[in-house]
């Protein structure tokens, strides 16, 4: 049975940090793409790491301060996030699929993203002062 379970989640204040955790189980990871979504707003794909080529990607609503650490296996991807600001508020979840699948889409196509194999419940990041 394939699960995903995020960890780290919580409240944060403003330009706060948090590190998200996704491991993943029961299939042999191609990678993890990562999403949020805010209250009475659509789910947004932010991050995502593959087999492919091993290199992070991001939407450019979170480049430059969230991350992906280097050298991490793929069935335990962390999601480091900095200066975050309110409009962070959202429930973060990571998702996989059963065959390779490329980041610079995931990122792009929410109608690609969308139909992901396997998906974690979320965890809540609440940014408030």
């Known amino acids: 049975q394939v699960q995903l379970v995020e960890s780290g989640g919580g409240l944060v204040h403003p330009g706060g940090s948090l590190r998200l955790g996704c491991t993943v189980s029961?299939?042999?990871?191609?990678?993890v793409a990562w999403f949020r979504q805010a209250p009475g707003k659509e789910r947004e794909a932010i991050a995502c790491?593959?087999?492919?080529?091993?290199?992070?990607y991001y939407a450019d609503s979170v480049k430059g301060r969230f991350s992906i650490p280097g050298d991490e296996p793929l069935n335990a991807v962390h999601l480091q996030m900095s200066s975050l600001k309110p409009a962070a508020t959202a429930v973060y979840s990571c998702?996989?699929?059963?065959?390779?699948?490329?980041?610079?889409?995931?990122?792009?196509?929410?109608?690609?993203?969308?139909?992901?194999?396997?998906w974690g419940t979320g965890t809540q990041v609440t940014v408030s002062s």
């Open positions: 790491i593959g087999k492919g080529d091993g290199s992070p």
């Open positions: 998702a996989t699929d059963r065959t390779p699948f490329p980041c610079p889409v995931i990122i792009s196509d929410p109608s690609r993203s969308a139909g992901m194999d396997y």
């Open positions: 029961g299939l042999d990871s191609y990678g």
